[in-house]
């Protein structure tokens, strides 16, 4: 846990394993694991090519994990 990337990345899964364990709890889930694939792989891709020294692509991919969060996975909607 060296850089920002690091960091970023890393609070980021973190807040989708909580979504999906919540999600997970209930009687009948909006979504599969698999919804959960593209923006976990994102924030590993982020992650190492931030790590890399490839600025602007990685803070692109972080983009893309949570305009993909906001739009598919929807955290804040409502039961």
Not at 34 to 58: D, F, K, R, S, T
Request: net charge negative; with cysteine; hydrophobic share 50%.
């Amino acid at each position: 846990m060296e850089t920002v990337y690091d960091w970023v990345s890393v609070l980021v899964f973190a807040g989708l394993i909580t979504l999906f364990l919540q999600r997970s709890s209930m009687e009948n889930p909006p979504d599969t694991i698999w919804h959960y694939l593209p923006p976990a792989v994102g924030c590993a891709l982020a992650n190492y090519v931030g790590n890399e020294g490839y600025m602007i692509p990685a803070v692109a991919l972080l983009v893309g994990v949570l305009a993909y969060t906001h739009i598919v996975l929807k955290p804040f909607r409502s039961r």
